[in-house]
Each structure stands twice: as C-alpha cells, then as structure tokens.
C-alpha cells in the first residue's frame, strides 16, 4: 500500500500569557492511499491542532510547529514556504470544517466560492469552472444545482450546506481530505446522509480522508483504521475491528464503554471519571495514570514505550510490559 | 423591491413633514419677528409689512401657507435680503457644501477603510499602534479645534495652504481635512475590530484551506463583511459631517449654505429658516435611504427583494 502521508514527531505549541501549551506532543501516524483514518479523541486532545498542522494553517504567532514532520508523497510540509502550501492547499489536500453554518462566507453566492478554489489553481475559462460545479453539485447530491449556483448561503438549510463545503474542499480532486468533525453540527438523520456521501465520494474519486471526530459512532461507519488520541498523543493506533475488538489502552477501553449502543438502549453510560491532563505542563509519564484504574508507580514517572500487536496495531501503555502481563495473569489466576 | 421603495418614499415624506411642523412650532414659539428691530419703524409699515409676509395671519393659517411652499418648492424671497429667493440662496450655497460634504465623506470612508484594514493586519504591530493612536485623537478633537489648529499651523505659519474662502483645490484642503477626521477616525476604528472579527471566521479558515492568496482573502472574503458595521452607522456620520459643514463653513468663511442656515436662524428670517431645513433634511433623509440600500445590497441576508426561498 501507498503511504501518502507521514507524520512523525509532530510537536505544536502555543504560546500564550498564562505559558506554553503543548497541544500536540509528538505524534506519529500515516496515510494509505484510499483509506480512511479516524482520530478520536476527548475535547482538547489536539485532534483539530494535528489537521490545521497538516494544512499548515495553524495560527502564528501564538501557535508553532516546534519540531517533527509530515510527509506528504515525499515533500515534509512542515518546511515549505507560506507560498509553497498555498499551491497545496485546496488542490493536494482539502480541509471540511465543523460547523457548516460559519464555513460558508454569507455575503458570496454558493457558485462564486465554489469555483474559486477552482479558478484560482487550474487554468480554466468560467464555463469550465461551472460544468465543473455543476458537476460536484450533483455528486454531492443538491438538487437543481444551476439555479442554487447563484443563491446565497443562508437560502440552504445545514445539511445542505455541509454538502456545499464538501463539493468545495473536493473541486479540485484532492487526494487527501482532512474532515473535522464534519457531522458534529448536523441533526442525526442528516448525519447518516453526509457518512453515507463520504463512502461514495470515495468510492467515486479514491480520496484519502482523515476523519476527526468524537463520536465512535461516525467512526463505526466509515473507518478503515482508528487512531486514539489522548492529551496531545497518539496512544492507541490500530485496524477497526482491532480497536473496536481488541483495544488494550486503558484510556480506548474506557472510551468504547462510553460509546451508547443501539442495542443496550437505556443503559447507563460509563463516561471515564476525572479530567484530561493540564496542557501547560503535562506529566511526564503517561497522561492518563491519574484516571487509570490500573496506573503503576512507574506510568507517573516514565512514558510507556510503543508496544507493535501488529502491522497496524500499536499501543503506547505499561500494560503491555512484559513483567506487567505476567503479573495480571498471575492475580488473575489467584 | 418597488414596493420597499414606495413604502420607504412614504415614511421619509412623514419624516419630512414631523421636521418641517416642529421647525415652524419652534420658529414662532421663538420670541422676536424678523420685522421689529431696533431700528424703530413706523406702525403702518410694520403692519403692511407683515401683511406682506402673512405674518398677520393666524399660526394655522401661515403654518398651510408654509406647507404650501414646500410642496411647490417655492419659498419665496428671503425677508432680509428681498431681493433674493430662498431658491438662489440653496441654489449658490448648495453646490459649495455638497461638494466639501461629499469630498469629505469620500476622504473619510477611503482612508478610514484604509487605515483600519491595515491595523487590522499588522495587528498589534507598531503600524497598528500609529494607526489607533491617530484614530483616538481624530475622534477626541473637535473639528472646530481642528480647523483653528490647522489654520494656525498650515496657512497661517507655514503658509502652505491658503486661510479661506473656497475657490481651489488648495482651498479645500484644510476645510476637509478639519471635517473628515473625525469620522475617518471613527470607521478606522470600527473597520479595524470588525476585521479583526471577521478573520477569525471559519469561511476565512475555510478561504485560507482553499488556498487563496491573502489579497483575495482580504478583499474577496473579509472587507465585505467587515463593512457591515461601518455601513450601519455611515447614517450618523453623514449627519455629523452635515452639522459639521455649518460651523467648518464659518471658520473658513466657505460661502455654503450652512452661512444662510446661521444667519437666517440669528435674523428670524422664516423663509430661509424653512428652505434650508427643509432643504438638509430632506438631502439627509435621502441618504439614509441610500445608505439602507446599500446595506441591502452588502448583505443578501437582508431581503429588499422578495426573491428566492428558504430550502
Ligand atoms: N489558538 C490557540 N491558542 C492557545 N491554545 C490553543 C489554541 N488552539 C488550540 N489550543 C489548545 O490546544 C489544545 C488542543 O486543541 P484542539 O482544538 O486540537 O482540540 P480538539 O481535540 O480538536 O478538541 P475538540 O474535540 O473540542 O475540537 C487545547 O488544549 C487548546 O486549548
Ligand atoms: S501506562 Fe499506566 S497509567 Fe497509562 S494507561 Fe497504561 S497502565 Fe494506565
Ligand atoms: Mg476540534
């Protein structure tokens, strides 16, 4: 498989009157062409810092990229020139932002910031930049699409709206699309629909798409693999059935019980207790030891190193020491 | 649309017509007559003249001859100077003040949109630090100070530009400069917190993930929704720079309508009092129509025409 995108080491900071805030804290993951890979995550574990740092489009100052790369077919974006990206952006990799209501700009018709992207990086007449919107309309499935070029956005509703950024971020053919949470605004039925229009879309164009989100039921869905995050790290990376089936991080176990199920309607959650790690100096060891139930002496003092289960899976806990493993299954056997 | 516009014509001619009733209520519940003054004239006289004018009529009576006037736009002649009509009073003064209101109405909005983009930009630079400090003093100085100021130093010291009058270009400079700064001030300042707004917007992010250059970002994206504000109160400042042209006019002895304005106001002549406040405030009202237009035509969210439906 075709690695199109390789993170390593990333590192984000910001800088801000009350100290620095590490929000990405040494991430590594990739991208195969076609695939799509979830991040999940609680709020504020840097899953939205990590996808503004691919686009490069994290805000500077106070924020930076303080070290680490990302591969992007062989290009590291982290050291190309402001300019550089901007011939990147929007055609090599696009970006759908949360809330369809604001990624929309109120004063321009639907067909002018459709086609801009267009114009602006494909030497192409106007006809050509419609047919081509027209085009993305109906793949994104907006019903008289001619008529609705020149509306405004507030004559759409939200659902339809979100298909507007979608066909906007995909005009260009990206062969990455980075999706911020893009269902986490939308009313249930309308979720189903927008889910169901990335597995076609993908289908249709081979589009890689990295897929942010906090809902494991989203992920459930539309994911080929599954990457945990947790206080500005990746902790748990692995296949979908692998997480979903397999997790062994702690932190994913108590994720996936908080998850509502159909089929157990009416039971009570199990949300994690406690709260995520303070960004500003975040422990040494691993962040999660003062809400795991089975924290060690030395998960406060020492990062856990990464543990590969296989190709896919890995896992970043002192669980998966050995010494630890024979433990547990010596008390498990008292 | 045609019905907005007739719905708003009719709310403009009541407007209008509040205006022109106060101004006559005040006009005679002030005390004195454009007719008696020290100079002692004769009773017959006084009375002929009087009955020349209407003055002896019943308030009802000259208040339906004055609506009568506005409605032909015929006023009559001036009390004072009878050999003028109010219509050649409005006609000389009018094309003057238009002109030093317009300029400077031009001068504010350009340079005031200029200025607060640029500090919106360079945010929290040193450019952006200039640019508001200047704005702070353009809006605490009064532009009468302003005007004394700038006479001082630039015509009368320096003798760059001329004192007064209005008869170049170069006689413009100061009288605009001394009105525009202060709402130039003002839509820098409002130019320059709503840009700032506005850039944080996800349509900006989402502009800036399509990769578009910060130009077209700026002024594709950004400066249309920024102006919003600074449309919704131009209404205020152009009737700040209206009053403002009477007292600018007065420092610089411009020959505007703002002089008969004063004058006729210090002298009770009524025909004049009325031809010019019905001539401003008519002017005025018409602009902030135009004003209201123009928001209707920055932001498609607001629905002049009943057009296209919620889907
Ligand atoms: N501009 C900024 N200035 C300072 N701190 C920031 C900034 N942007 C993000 N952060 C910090 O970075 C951390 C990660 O934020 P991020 O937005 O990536 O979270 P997230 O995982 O996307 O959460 P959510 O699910 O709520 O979107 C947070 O602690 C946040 O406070
Ligand atoms: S490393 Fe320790 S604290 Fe962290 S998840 Fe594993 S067991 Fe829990
Ligand atoms: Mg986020």
Known sequence: MEKILDVKDLHVTFTTYGGTVKAVRGVNFHLNKGETLAIVGESGCGKSVTSNAIMRLIPDPPGKISNGSIHFHGKDLVRLSEKQMRNIRGVDISMIFQDPMTALNPTLTIGTQLMEGLRQHKKITGEEAKQKALEMMNLVGIPNPEERLKQ?????????????????????????????????????????????????????????????????????????????????????????REIFYQAQHPYTKGLLKSVPRLDLQGEKLTPIDGTPPDLFSPPVGCPFTARCPFAMEVCDKVYPGTTELSDAHKVDCWLQDERAKQLLASTANN | MLKYILKRLLIMAVTLWIIVTLTFVLMVSIPGSPLNEERGTNETVQKNLEAHYNLDEPYHIQYLLYLKSIVTLDFGPSIKQPNQTVNDLLGRGFPISFELGIVTILVAVFSGIILGIVAALKHNGIIDYMAMSLAVLGISIPNFVLATLLIQQLAVKYEIFPVATWSSPAHM??????????????????????????????????????????????????????????????????AGILTGTFVIEKIFAIPGMGKYFVESINQRDYPVIMGTTVFYSAFLIFMLFLVDIAYGILDPRIKIHKKGGES
């Not at chain 1, 994911?223 to 748990?236: F, H, L, N, S, T």
């Not at chain 2, 349509?203 to 249309?224: E, N, Q, T």
């Open chain 1, 152 to 240: 405004y956005p507030h004559q759409f509703s939200g659902g339809m709206r979100q298909r507007i950024v979608i066909a906007m971020a995909l005009i260009c053919e990206p062969e990455l699309l980075i999706a911020d949470e893009p269902t986490t605004a939308l009313d249930v039925t309308i979720q189903a629909q927008i889910l169901e229009l990335f597995n076609r879309i993908q289908e249709a164009t081979g589009v890689s798409i990295i897929l942010i989100t906090h809902d494991l039921g989203v992920v459930a869905k539309i994911a080929d693999r599954i990457a945990v995050m947790y206080a500005g790290k990746i902790i748990e990376v692995g296949t979908k």
């Open chain 2, 173 to 238: 400079v100061l009288p605009i400069i001394a009105l525009a700064t202060g709402p130039m001030a003002i839509i820098a300042r409002l130019t320059r917190s709503t840009m700032l707004e506005v850039l944080t917007q996800d349509y900006i992010k989402m502009a800036r993930a399509k990769g578009l250059s910060p130009w077209k970002i700026v002024f594709k994206h950004a400066l249309k929704n920024a102006l919003m504000p600074v449309v919704t109160i131009m209404g205020t400042l152009l």
